[in-house]
């Protein structure tokens, strides 16, 4: 069944292909259109909107544009980003480019001189300093303290930057083989997973061994061999914050070391919602060894015009990979991320 797509300011389409990551800032589209009449008739910078029935999927700008034709015929190929492109690639210009105890979302809503939109999930503690780098941008300037909070940044699909903490929803149903799965695949690698994670840092206020040369260690338990990574912290150190950071990179190497891409019939779950980046789904899959819930770290939605179909392929990690809590379900040990891994605090 094909959905009732509403674009604005495009003419009618052939096919679309909408991608969104919890892990990106920005969305996008690639869409073939219908092309008419002479000259191209779209152009970079448009305004774009891209709805399925009521849902809002996409807000924000037509990217780039390829017409082409033969003797025969013409095609008309365009992309499409969210309103957030413009935090990734312009730099932020501010009076003076610091800020003093204020959490991550009040300065980035501060820098925002695009008017961009920033929201965020829950209170985000505060920094200390900040202090913005010559040609940063928004989302560069942010990212690199989120590195160290857990924190994730993606768009909106009204085209806003999301600082994110936890999983957004859960899906109503399911992802089932024999149901509504067409196809699946899974991949394993060892690369990113490291037996112990070091951070260190260093805190401007106190003389103390723990302020001066302090290091926080977090263990992957399914790394059977020895493979250490020292992290550097960034920014005002404290206890809480190294040891965040170290348990976040094991957590999120183990996510990345171990997903799998799904590829399913619709674009909808049971309950009628958009499959959605940074939701739950329960997953039921035994050739790829997966009973439980997962969450959805990308998404891209599929439809062709004529009728050749409407198709989601989504990539799903355990839950703890982006925050989110210990499934408990039934899959092979294979996808599973570090349940506890509490960082300890020594002298360096």
């Not at 990106?24 to 448009?46: I, K, M, R, Y």
């Not at 699909?157 to 957004?168: C, F, I, M, N, S």
Request: proline content about 5%.
């Amino acid at each position: 069944m094909l959905e009732n797509l509403t674009i604005s300011g495009l003419p009618p389409y052939k096919s679309i292909s909408l991608s969104s990551s919890a892990e990106e800032a920005v969305s996008t589209a690639s869409l073939d259109l219908v092309p008419s009449g002479n000259g191209v008739g779209v152009l970079p910078g448009q305004d774009v909107t891209i709805k399925a029935g009521s849902d809002l999927l996409l807000t924000g700008y037509v990217r780039d544009v390829a017409p082409s034709h033969d003797a025969r015929s013409r095609s008309l190929s365009v992309t499409v980003c969210s309103r957030t492109v413009d935090a990734t690639e312009c730099s932020c210009d501010h009076p003076t480019g610091e800020f003093l105890d204020k959490d991550l979302a009040a300065i980035a809503k501060e820098l925002d001189r695009l008017n961009i939109g920033v929201e965020s999930d829950s209170k985000l503690p505060k920094e200390p300093r900040h202090k913005l780098r010559p040609g940063e941008t928004l989302f560069k300037t942010i990212e690199r303290r989120a590195r160290g909070r857990g924190i994730l940044i993606h768009d909106t699909p009204q085209g806003k930057l999301k600082l994110a903490t936890k999983p957004e929803g859960t899906h109503v149903g399911g992802l089932f083989f024999g149901k509504n799965i067409l196809s699946a695949s899974s991949s394993l690698t060892e690369k990113g997973r490291y037996s112990k994670v070091k951070v260190r840092g260093q805190s401007s206020d106190g003389s103390t061994k723990q302020q001066l040369r302090s290091e926080a260690t977090a263990n992957d338990k399914g790394v059977t061999r020895e493979r250490p990574m020292i992290i550097h912290h960034e920014g005002e150190t404290t206890v809480d914050r190294m040891k965040t950071r170290a348990e976040w990179t094991v957590k999120r190497g183990v996510g990345d070391s171990s997903t799998a891409t799904i590829k399913v019939t619709g674009w909808r779950d049971e309950g009628g919602n958009i499959w959605k980046r940074n939701w739950l789904v329960y997953v039921e899959d035994d050739w790829i060894g997966i009973r439980s819930m997962m969450i959805i770290k990308s998404v891209t939605l599929d439809q062709v015009a004529d009728g050749e179909g409407t198709t989601a392929t989504i990539n799903v990690a355990d839950p703890r990979s982006l925050g989110g809590e210990n499934p408990r379900g039934k899959s092979s040990k294979a996808y599973a991320a570090p349940g506890s891994t509490p960082a300890e605090i020594e002298d360096e």
